[in-house]
């Protein structure tokens, strides 16, 4: 995979050392607000995460979240492409930490990794998922390109989300 990089940031795969800092993002207020309680109550189960999730996706289909670094290598958050079942093309995931909300870095990071995805991965077509409530990645998405098509209930207990197409 070719290093994702920009001017203040770069996108790198997750290893299982980064298991603190998904512990930390995956455990803060928005991500569970927004994403879902992914149940990581340990380090150890952050690793879990990190092979049986972000590592799998990347061997099983050559794309998923990657850590968004800063240039003095704190990381920041997660942004990049996942495969769902109930989706007909790859869906845009993005997170931050709230320490490094307003700052720009997710449009940086996201407009990165669309660039990535279209010239490296041939993606025609990119759909994200969000919660009508996030109206910052809601803002950030239509910055993008992205347009709402249609609302989606992925499972029977989940709620309604947004569908958004580029």
Known sequence: ???IETERLYLKRAKLEDSDFIFELLNSISWIK?????KITTVNKAKDY???????S???????LLIIKLKDETSIGLCGFL???????ADLGFAL????E?????FEATYAIMEYGESELDLKKVMAICMETNQKSLQLLSKLGFKKIDTIKPS?????LLLLST
């Open 97 to 100: 930490l709230q320490a490094y």
């Open 83 to 89: 495969k769902r079942e109930y989706l007909k093309h």
């Open 1 to 3: 995979m070719k290093k």
């Open 156 to 160: 029977e207990t989940s709620e309604e």
């Open 34 to 38: 927004y994403i879902g309680d992914k």
């Open 50 to 56: 990190i092979q049986e999730t972000l590592i799998n």
């Open 58 to 64: 990347y061997d099983k289909n050559g794309f998923g």
């Open 102 to 106: 307003g700052n720009g870095y997710a």
